[in-house]
């Protein structure tokens, strides 16, 4: 079956890089998303990923994809403290648009 | 551009009422989306619409759930009877894709149903 899962929770000084990690256990997952929520509000799409790449870098944000250990990782760059919210990573696969989704890594960015 | 938005944003009920969560799509959006949030746990999809047709409803937990997009514009989702397990985050999010390639669904901000 599909299974998401990281870290509950990950604690960084501002100015600090982030590193939220993230494992699945589909292999046919084609594409795989990165979430965030921040309080009270909805879910903010912030990048995705295609299975057939390993990396893709968006500004502060950088995607890794080890597709053979099924690891995917989001790095933050210089971390700040609007960054503090819950990511969640997501997947879904060909057939199923449905998203199947990790259960969040709240990150805290102290001053 | 108006977001995905969500009726009530709270809701606080007792075991074995019923509640109706709306959800208003992006205009133009085909696609609608129910996920929910339980205890802080791992957000779980509930069931797709294509305009007013289920495409999957696998999510579903059981038949007291109901979901309906008449006309294909805004969904509700009923419960009834309400359970105490049912507490959670429910929230909506559409989507325009109509074939192939990666689906980005916009989140609504959720709607917090408590079940005493």
């Not at chain 2, 069931?47 to 805004?74: C, I, W």
Request: glycine share 10%; with cysteine.
């Amino acid at each position: 079956g599909e299974d998401v899962e990281q870290s509950l929770f990950l604690s960084v000084r501002e100015g600090d890089s982030s590193v939220i990690n993230c494992t699945y256990t589909d292999s046919s997952s084609t594409y795989l998303y990165w979430y965030k929520q921040e309080p009270g509000a909805g879910l903010q799409l912030l990048t995705y990923i295609f299975s057939n790449m390993d990396m893709k870098q968006d500004q502060r944000l950088t995607v890794l994809l080890n597709k053979k250990d099924k690891h995917l990782s989001l790095r933050i760059a210089d971390t700040q403290t609007g960054d503090s919210a819950i990511y969640f990573c997501a997947e879904t696969h060909t057939g199923r648009r449905a998203l199947t989704f990790g259960s969040g890594t709240r990150l805290q960015v102290q001053p | 551009e108006a977001g995905v938005t969500q009726f009530p944003s709270h809701s606080v009920i007792e075991k074995g009422q019923t509640v109706t969560l709306r959800c208003d799509p992006i205009s133009g959006h085909d696609n609608l989306y129910w996920y929910r949030r339980v205890m802080g746990k791992e957000i779980k999809f509930l069931l797709h619409f294509v305009k007013e047709s289920k495409q999957d409803e696998s999510g579903m937990p059981n038949n007291r759930f109901l979901a309906e997009r008449t006309g294909g514009t805004y969904s509700t989702l009923k419960v009834q009877p309400a359970e105490l397990e049912d507490s959670g985050v429910y929230f909506c999010a559409s989507s325009p894709l109509k074939g192939g390639g990666t689906d980005t669904q916009y989140f609504g901000p959720g709607t917090r149903l408590t079940v005493l």
